[in-house]
């Protein structure tokens, strides 16, 4: 749709040449920075920054699955709340895909308006690794229960299908060390190409979430 709008941050994207290389298309946009932030909130609330007019603000990170309806799912529900996270979502961790409370987890999945970001102050720029379950305590505290996007699914928690690491894996405990764990990319040389793909299983996962919801 023309009114979103999907922001990447890249830091530390001096090392493999691309310093201040930034690529754009139709409604998305990557920015690259040389400097890696000190924490993951300190990312997260420069991202915030970046969306210059975005009344509304979803989280997107790993390789969790994202129905095309989910940003609408999140615009309706916040037509009448200030923050909308799901009460149950979908989760693949364990290797069977099955349901489960959402219980101040799965940051994912979550949406607010910029004012109520505004409000508690943004992401807690702290080094532990629950500043996730301390921002949707936030909420909370500040505006009550969330509206929920709706019953049907469109947010999948992903763990270890996809061959990719996910920063979860390094939080052993809440300490802020963790961060300092988690792997360096590999540098790259030249230009990247970038080419929006969709993987067997989240097409599987997709076709079986919707047929559910149909019956």
Sequence with gaps: ADWCRLIVLDDDGGDGGNEG???WGANWEIVTVATRYLTLP???????????GADILVVWEDDDIYFPWHIEAHVLALASHDWS??????????????QEPSGGRFHASLAFRRSALEAVGGW???PRGDFDQ???ARFRKRFGEPADPGQLPSYVFRWGSTGSYHSQSFM????G?????????VAFQGRLRIVPTLDQETIDVFQQLTKESTL
Excluded: C
């Design 124 to 126: 807690p720029d702290t």
């Design 177 to 185: 060390e963790w961060y300092d764990r988690m792997p360096q990319r």
């Design 21 to 23: 290389f930034s690529q």
């Design 172 to 175: 052993a405990g809440t300490g």
């Design 85 to 98: 996270y799901p009460s149950q979502v979908w989760s693949l961790y364990g290797g069977t895909l099955h």
């Design 134 to 136: 301390q921002l949707i």
């Design 42 to 52: 300190a990312k997260y609330n420069a991202l915030a920054a970046l969306a210059v």
